[in-house]
DNA sequence: TTTATGGCTGTCA
DNA sequence: ATGACAGCCATAA
């Protein structure tokens, strides 16, 4: 029913989230319309291109951490990412969720 | 067309 | 608190 594909509803969702938040995957693909989802959420973000404008590095994984998608630490990059927006990581590389999640709607 | 897989999530130990 | 298992279904080959 949508002329976009099930990407483009991810990436949308995506680029509304502010700068200085984050959102867990499984938010991203309810937000998207695809409630329960969340590893479509994950592969519409792994499928970004490199020159994308979407802001992918906020989005994480329900724990509040960073999902190794690559070996070697390239997850290190998405948390400078983060990191450059004021959000904090605890000792376990682990984002506060509860102060740093996305809320739509409410604020 | 079918088959395999997966940037996850939730539950149980 | 962490670790392991199974499941949901779209995308890619």
Do not use: C, K
């Not at 867990?24 to 792994?46: C, F, K, N, P, S």
């Not at 070996?71 to 450059?84: F, I, K, S, T, Y």
Request: aromatic letters at 8%; hydrophobic letters at 40%; proline letters at 5%.
């Amino acid at each position: 029913m949508s002329e976009l594909t099930s990407y483009e509803r991810i990436y949308a969702v995506v680029r509304r989230i502010p700068r200085g938040r984050v959102a867990t995957y499984g938010q991203v693909a309810t937000l998207a319309g695809l409630e329960g989802h969340a590893r479509q959420a994950g592969y519409a973000l792994h499928a970004l291109p490199a020159t994308t404008a979407v802001p992918w590095h906020r989005v994480i994984n329900a724990q509040g951490a960073i999902s190794a998608r690559a070996p070697g630490g390239d997850g290190l990059h998405q948390r400078l990412l983060l990191e450059a927006e004021g959000i904090e990581f605890d000792a376990r590389g682990r984002i506060r969720l509860a102060r740093y999640q996305w809320r739509p709607r409410g604020q």
